[in-house]
Every structure is written in structure tokens, then in C-alpha cells.
């Protein structure tokens, strides 16, 4: 009888052990710039987070109320990251554009962005496939010295060989929209026109954290994976909002079920801005500013995270004048922590999932640290 009871014991235990057991989840970030270039540094900073995966903005779809059309606009220029990244190409539609498009307009639009995601998923095959013919030959002329006649090889020829393997590089895209509820019919038509476009690709959807909550209400995007935006939760124009990038407080009142009929990736922040008052009301972000603490003269610290200004002064493209109140918003490290728990009690956590952080900039991993950012990956 005992002997039965430890047995029990030993299984419960271990089936427990097992239920909290992390996963290798895909480690990935966010690149949401117009020029996508990796220096060394950004190269050494991705390997030593051992990035997998990056979202990569590839364009936006705005409405262009005097041609009375949708339009993609600000298309990146170049793509050039570490050999051993795969990426998602993410195109950013806004909702005028959802809320003025007829069907037959979409129908348009879907083509439109057809033709430059393709183009675009060319470009950054072909510069992987030439960069790689390139050191190929190089190597070649290299191994011939000492012959009395050196050829070179084509590297034109090399790149059109090599190009097939870098077609795996790219296996899924990214629509990313805060639909509502008026908007929502025209968007999952859109999304549904695009699928018919890239069949050989997986669709996913950005979800709002009110899309996730309210699932019924918003609707499910007909996509095979939605990408969980967990940020920019409050209105940063609030005078008397606390964090607009987010709060765990927050975020649990919004991941209040374990229902939502998608698989989903989890996108964090990972990035600070600071936000300018005058009087209590808004004037703007201001972002990379990191004058606060080195000009105690200028600015007064009046809280943990408060500056008053002392003095007129120009920030950016902002003027700023005496008495200006800026605020500056950062989630802390135990705050990621609490989100992290918040989501991975209610959201299935795989092997397949990829954790994202929002954005791959210097500034924001350096100052929160490789060596905590890795340790967010793995508290999943």
C-alpha cells in the first residue's frame, strides 16, 4: 500500500514538473525600419541573443484621400541581415483604408501588394544569393594562386544556382492591422484575397490585445496564425495614464481566457519613449532623447520617471518651453517577468511559438542587456 502511495506521489510530481516545463521557443524580433541593415554590431548583438527569426517591415498601406485609393507607401529599402536569419516580411494596413475601400478597391489593393511583397522577397533572395557567389568566387581566385593563368568565376551565374536555397529564408507574411468591428468584414477580405495570392506561404494576423479579449465581437481573421501585439495598451495622451507602452496589471485584464481559436506568437516591448505636456495636455513622443539626467539644470526630476523643464529648449522637432512636463515609459524587468506569466498561463506556449520583442535597436538591447533579454526568452 505504501509503496502504491510514493508511486502515485512520484507521477503527480513529475506530470507537474512536466505542466511547467519551459520551451525552446523560436527567439525573434521586430525590425520596423525603412532600411534594414546589419553592421557588426548588429550582427554580433542577434548572435548573442541566438536570434532564429525577424519580423521585417516591408511596407505600409495608407489611404490617400485625394486620389480617393489605398496606397502602399514608405517600402523599405534594403534588406541585409545575419545569414542565419529566417524573416516574415510585415506589411502595416491602416484602418482608413479598411473603412473607405469598396470590395472591388480591395481587389486592386490585393493585387498592389502582391506585386511588391514579391518583388521585395526577389530583391532580398537575390542580394543573400549574390553576397554568397561573391565569396565563392572569391575563394575560388584565391585557391588558384600560384598558376600561371587565374580565371574568375561568374559570379552573375553563381547567383541564379544559389539563389533556390534562400527560398525557405522566407515562409510566411505578416498582416498588421487594428481592425474594429465596422472595419473588420473589408479586412478579412482582404486577407482572404491575399491567401489566394501566396499560397505557398503561411498567413498570419497582428491581434490586439481588445481583438484577443472581445474575440467574438472583433472576429477571427481567416489566417493560419495571429501574432499577439502585447503593447501600447492606453493612450498615450493621457495626462494620467501610468505606462501607455503597458502595465502586467494590464495586460491581465485583457488575457482573461484560454478560447482564442488561433495559434499565437507573443510580441513584447522592448523600447522607451518619452511624452511631452504642456499643462496636462499633449504636444508629442519624443524618442532617443538622453539629455534627462546629464542636464539636472534643464530638467528637474520630480518622480521616478517625471521632468520638468526649467528652461525653453529645442528636443528634436519638438519646442519645448519652461515648466513642460516629460514623462519617460519603460517596463522594467519585473514587469516583462509578470507579463511573461500572465500570457503563458493562458496562451499554449510550443516549440513552434515565436517570441518577439518590438524593436531591434542598439539603443533599447543595450540598454536593457543581452543577458536579460535571454532570459525572457526562456521563461517561456
Known sequence: MYKKLFFSFVVVLFLSCESKKKHDVIQSFCYWKTDSYFGQEEDSLAKQMKLKHMYVRFFDVDWNPYAE????????????????????????ITNDVLLNSSKNQLDVLSERMTVRIKKLIDKYQTEKASALAYKIADADYERQKGNDVLTRLSTDSITIAEKPKFEKDIQELLFDCDWTESSKDNY?????????????????????????????????????????????????????????????????????????????????????????????????????????????????????????????????????????????????????????????????????????????????????????????YESF
Not at 87 to 92: A, D, R
Not at 194 to 216: D, H, V
Open 69 to 92: 485609393e489605398a496606397q502602399p507607401v514608405a517600402t523599405i529599402y534594403n534588406i541585409r541581415l545575419s545569414d542565419s536569419l529566417k524573416i516574415t516580411p510585415s506589411i502595416f
Open 188 to 376: 478579412f477580405y482582404l486577407l482572404e484575397k491575399l491567401k489566394l495570392k501566396f499560397p505557398n506561404y503561411k498567413i498570419a494576423s497582428t491581434i490586439r490585445l481588445w481583438q484577443y479579449k472581445y474575440y467574438e465581437k472583433a472576429g477571427i481573421p481567416p489566417v493560419d496564425k495571429g501574432l499577439l501585439m502585447c503593447y501600447n495598451m492606453t493612450n498615450p495622451t493621457e495626462y494620467n495614464t501610468k505606462n501607455s507602452i503597458g502595465t502586467s496589471d494590464e495586460l491581465a485584464d485583457y488575457i482573461t481566457h484560454d478560447k482564442y481559436p488561433l495559434e499565437l506568437d507573443i510580441a513584447l516591448p522592448l523600447f522607451s519613449w518619452s511624452v511631452l505636456f504642456r499643462g496636462g495636455e499633449f504636444k508629442g513622443v519624443i524618442s532617443e532623447y538622453q539629455e534627462f539626467e546629464k542636464s539636472p539644470t534643464i530638467f528637474k526630476k520630480t518622480d521616478d520617471n517625471k521632468y520638468t523643464l526649467q528652461d525653453d529648449i529645442q528636443i528634436g522637432n519638438f519646442y519645448a518651453r519652461n515648466g513642460d512636463e516629460i514623462k519617460i515609459e519603460k517596463i522594467s524587468d519585473e514587469e516583462i517577468e509578470d507579463m511573461i506569466d500572465i500570457i503563458t498561463e493562458k496562451v499554449k506556449i510550443s516549440s513552434t511559438t515565436k517570441v518577439t520583442f518590438f524593436s531591434f535597436d542598439k539603443k533599447y538591447i543595450n540598454d536593457y542587456g543581452v543577458q536579460n533579454i535571454s532570459k525572457y
